[in-house]
């Protein structure tokens, strides 16, 4: 990694904007305050963070996340001298915040999706990094960053959700090595598995079996999958992250090749949340205008949510490697 560009920049800029993703997981969230918090560190510099959605309940023990405002607090006619997205594959999941994006003088990108295509000036894109966690750690070490306690915090976090709990295929050496070198740093692994995993509310535990009582098996049970409407949310008085582990947990049944889960977020526009174990979801989600990895990946369709899932039917049923 040639960084000398990226510590240039941040030494140059005077204002500087962190953006994480619509629907943030603890990747995008652990990778924006893992920044602001090394600039903070390293340059003694303020940097905003920018939220597209609110943040789920799990991530509210991020060091400096209350420091992060949301898309509707900022003048959309600021200029930045610097925007750095994390975790962002593609330019679109930037919605309203392209606006800042598009007005700063220079523009980083610093993720690890196959589907990114590296839209900004400098980009750091790895698809082979287990997370943007990872990515962002690694820049720090060979810019010889000093990593503090909240910096180690937020990027461990980073790579322990991205990898679920080090379980994912997407789970290299590398995590394992920077997962070590984190907790020297001081971090706290049994604390943030519990703040992580282990921190979920009893209408969220309730909700989520609904939700898997009423999935769907197709394909003598290879494709499992469920479908969530907003009155279904509403009536379990679910959070914004209450989708969250779903899609794995269809996965996990020893049948199932290819889950996944159609969430209603607006009239006629569903979300669609994929894992597999045979299928590249990544392509499937291309289709629709998303991406992600090839056994996790998402998308956004413009359809009511039953509408949704006959399409994701239909371009799973597809594939080469289905029909084999």
């Not at 920044?35 to 963070?49: C, E, P, Q, V």
Request: glycine share 4%; with cysteine; charged share 25%.
């Amino acid at each position: 990694m040639d960084c000398s560009q990226l510590n240039d920049i941040i030494k140059s800029s005077k204002n500087i904007l962190i953006i994480s993703h619509m629907n943030p997981d603890g990747d995008t969230l652990g990778s924006m305050c893992a920044m602001y918090s090394a600039i903070k560190d390293n340059f003694k510099k303020h940097a905003d963070m920018l939220l597209l959605s609110k943040v789920p309940s799990t991530y509210e023990f991020l060091p400096y996340i209350n420091e992060a405002k949301h898309i509707d607090e900022y003048d959309k006619s600021r200029e930045y001298d610097l925007v750095i997205d994390v975790d962002i594959a593609a330019y679109d999941r930037m919605c309203d915040a392209s606006v800042l994006f598009e007005k700063s003088n220079f523009t980083v990108n610093i993720d690890h999706h196959k589907t990114n295509n590296s839209y900004a000036k400098l980009n750091f894109v790895y698809p082979e990094a287990s997370s943007t966690g990872e990515v962002l750690f690694g820049l720090m070490k060979e810019m010889d960053w000093h990593v503090s306690l909240e910096t180690a915090t937020s990027l461990y976090t980073a790579i322990l959700t991205d990898t679920g709990s080090f379980r994912f295929d997407n789970t290299g050496v590398k995590a394992f090595q920077y997962a070590a070198e984190l907790v020297q740093k001081g971090v706290n692994p049994s604390e943030i598995y519990k703040r992580c995993y282990e921190s979920n509310s009893k209408e969220l535990v309730q909700f989520q079996a609904y939700c898997l009582s009423k999935a769907v098996f197709e394909d003598d049970n290879r494709i499992a999958y469920t479908v969530i409407y907003k009155k279904d949310i509403e009536k379990f008085n679910a959070g914004d992250d209450c989708t969250e582990g779903l899609a794995e947990k269809l996965r996990a049944i020893i049948t199932t090749d290819v889950a996944f889960l159609v969430k209603q977020i607006g009239v006629n526009i569903s979300k669609v949340s994929m894992r597999s174990k045979v299928v590249d979801v990544a392509e499937i989600c291309s289709v629709f205008g998303g991406g992600g990895h090839k056994q996790a990946a998402g998308c956004v369709i413009k359809s009511a949510p039953d509408v949704a899932a006959k399409k994701v039917l239909e371009e799973i049923r597809k594939q080469e490697v289905w029909q084999k």
